[in-house]
């Protein structure tokens, strides 16, 4: 109960550091990048997607938290399977964020054409 706990409000509250407070240096490799490839990053909607991804996450684990203070106990492998799998497809739609990249390319040029 502890873990999933500990893991939901720090969850949370990275998420609201990024997505609110646009703490951008919490992104993975953002602060390594150059500044010419900084510039195509859209950064507000990056923070805006990390933020939810934070926050769905955290809940998801407090609401894990409840359910074993309740006395539902839940293993932890099906949760971190779960969790891995959820990362994972995460960092594949923050793709279309990185106008440095084929998919953010694409997806901007798409995305710009209908406005």
């Known amino acids: ?3 999933y706990l500990f893991m939901g409000i720090l969850l949370l ?9 646009k703490w951008d240096m919490l992104i993975a490799g953002y602060n390594t990048t150059p500044k ?19 926050y769905t996450s955290g809940g998801a684990f407090l609401l894990m938290a409840l359910l074993e203070f309740l006395g539902i106990s839940i293993p932890p492998t099906p949760v971190t399977i779960i969790f891995l799998i959820w990362t994972v497809i995460m960092l594949v ?10 998919r953010g390319k694409e997806y901007n040029e798409r995305h710009n054409k209908t406005r």
Do not use: C, P
Request: charged share 25%.
């Open 1 to 3: 109960m502890w873990t």
């Open 13 to 21: 509250v990275i998420g609201f550091a990024v997505h609110v407070l």
């Open 36 to 54: 010419e490839k900084k510039k195509k990053v859209d950064t507000e909607g990056l923070s805006r997607f990390l933020g939810i991804y934070a």
């Open 93 to 102: 739609i923050a793709q279309r964020y990185d106008g440095n990249t084929t």
